[in-house]
């Protein structure tokens, strides 16, 4: 079993930029598929952007392509999330989600996913 750690969450006005990071302890993350949603105030969990095992497919919704980009190291057993240009629309808690990785398939549906972190706050005020 895999236990996840977000962190790099935190205030910021709009405009501002945030790194979040997804660590891994118990197993290395180079044999997951790699996930991060998020869930606002009132609001369902939504699908962020997801990363294969390798680092060499990653996939966002349109609405987030161009701000936010997915990476990871797995060398430092992590999973980046670079947010620029943070609206106040993109409050919420934010969670990595971890599944054994699928050749050339990924999911933007929270059940896909089989190990979740503790989510880490992100705040954008206007």
């Known amino acids: 079993q895999v236990q996840l750690v977000e962190s790099g969450g935190g205030s910021v006005q709009t405009g501002g930029s945030l790194r979040l990071s997804c660590a891994a302890s118990g197993r290395t993350l180079s044999s997951y598929d790699i996930g991060w949603f998020r869930q606002g105030p009132g609001k369902e969990r939504e699908f962020v952007a997801a990363?294969?095992?390798?680092?060499?497919?990653?996939y966002l919704p349109d609405f987030l392509r161009g701000r936010f980009t997915i990476s990871r190291n797995n060398a430092e057993n992590t999973v980046y999330l670079q947010m620029n240009s943070l609206k106040p629309e993109d409050t919420a808690v934010y969670y990595c989600a971890a599944v054994q990785s699928s050749p050339d398939y990924y999911s933007d549906s929270a059940a896909y996913y089989e190990y979740w972190g503790q989510g880490t706050q992100v705040t954008v005020s206007s």
């Open positions: 990363i294969h095992l390798s680092g060499g497919n990653t």
